[in-house]
């Protein structure tokens, strides 16, 4: 969150216009609508997947184009490329959220991008013991003001953090590998499940945007949303049933973790705000890790059994 925050102090000033991808990590929104919201930043948050509504968002005063792809939790996929088109023509700045990809599957600068961000909580460090965050820009400007603004607000990692990030990157590309493996014969797995109304991964051709998905990143990635049929209630019977993965947030890390993004990672938003986002109250977001396949699938089937 420092490496939104730094960025948005960095790039956005009173009066300027932000379009951002409505499907956000929550507080990624919730942050600009509590706080910059108060120093007069205005902001339009829109269904990005349809290239038309960020033309249609574009004002005199728009600064920033904010994307996430995939999103979290939805797993919507934008065409970095034709947005950053859209967005330069008019002079606006494209940040990405890389987090949900790490630079092993996008490298969303080729595609166009000016500023890309990382949590590096996630697959970056990959173990789920330090909290982090990266800001990567095209243009050496624009990374002095943004790397003046971090220091300035106190976004800095400590040294013994910086250090525990270096040792664990050194496993990204086989933790990432490991993780897509499984993470497809997981979505396979759930996709002809009797009991799941419906799933998101990048990886299945049901995904709308697999296409897109295939051309843009190098892999399809470890996360997964899904719903059960029987809407809410089952859901949370089938959360609390899992045993191997844990209910937790957080994601991209060595231990498959599952989560409820509607009373967890964005509750910040309100009801509407999540029902136009597509977050829907059966949603559940899985994070695939690098435990043996077959005993995570057997954990999912037991908890199906439960509901
Ligand atoms: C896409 C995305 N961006 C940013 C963040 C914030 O990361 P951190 O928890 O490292 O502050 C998260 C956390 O889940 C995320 O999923």
Redesign the pocket.
């Given at each position: 969150?420092?490496?939104?925050t730094t960025v948005y102090t960095a790039i956005l000033a009173k009066g300027d216009h932000m379009i951002s991808t409505d499907a956000?990590?929550g507080?990624?929104r919730g942050v600009m609508q509590a706080v910059y919201a108060k120093y007069g930043v205005e902001f339009s948050y829109v269904d990005t997947t349809n290239l038309e509504n960020i033309t249609k968002a574009i004002r005199p005063n728009t600064k920033m184009l904010y994307l996430?792809s995939p999103s979290?939790p939805t797993m919507d996929i934008v065409d970095i490329k034709a947005a950053c088109e859209i967005a330069h023509k008019h002079g606006i700045l494209v940040v990405i959220?890389n987090?949900?990809c790490s630079p092993y599957l996008q490298k969303p600068l080729d595609l166009g991008a000016d500023i890309v961000?990382h949590?590096?909580?996630?697959f970056i460090n990959g173990h789920a013991d330090i909290?982090?965050?990266a800001i990567i820009a095209k243009q050496k400007d624009i990374y002095d003001n943004l790397r003046k603004t971090m220091v300035m607000m106190g976004g800095n990692m400590d040294p013994h953090q910086a250090y525990m990030v270096i040792r664990g990157v050194k496993t990204m590309s086989l933790r990432m590998d490991r993780s897509q493996e499984s993470a497809i014969k997981i979505a396979q797995f759930l996709e002809n499940h009797p009991k799941v109304a419906w799933i998101r991964y990048p990886g299945l051709k049901s995904h709308p945007q697999h296409e897109l998905a295939k051309v843009q990143m190098s892999g399809f990635g470890t996360m997964i949303c899904f719903g059960l049929k029987g809407g809410y209630e089952s859901s949370v019977k089938f959360m609390n049933s899992v045993k191997l993965a844990m209910l937790a947030?957080?994601?991209g890390g060595v231990e498959s973790l599952i989560q409820h993004p509607a009373s967890m990672?964005h509750a910040g938003m309100s009801k509407e705000q999540r029902a136009e986002a597509g977050i829907s109250d059966e949603l559940i977001r899985y994070s695939v890790g690098i435990e043996d396949v077959e005993d995570l699938i057997q954990d999912l089937s037991n908890a199906f059994d439960k509901v």
């Open positions: 969150m420092a490496a939104v956000v990590y507080p990624s996430e979290n959220d987090t949900f961000l949590s590096l909580t996630k909290v982090g965050g947030v957080s994601l990672t």
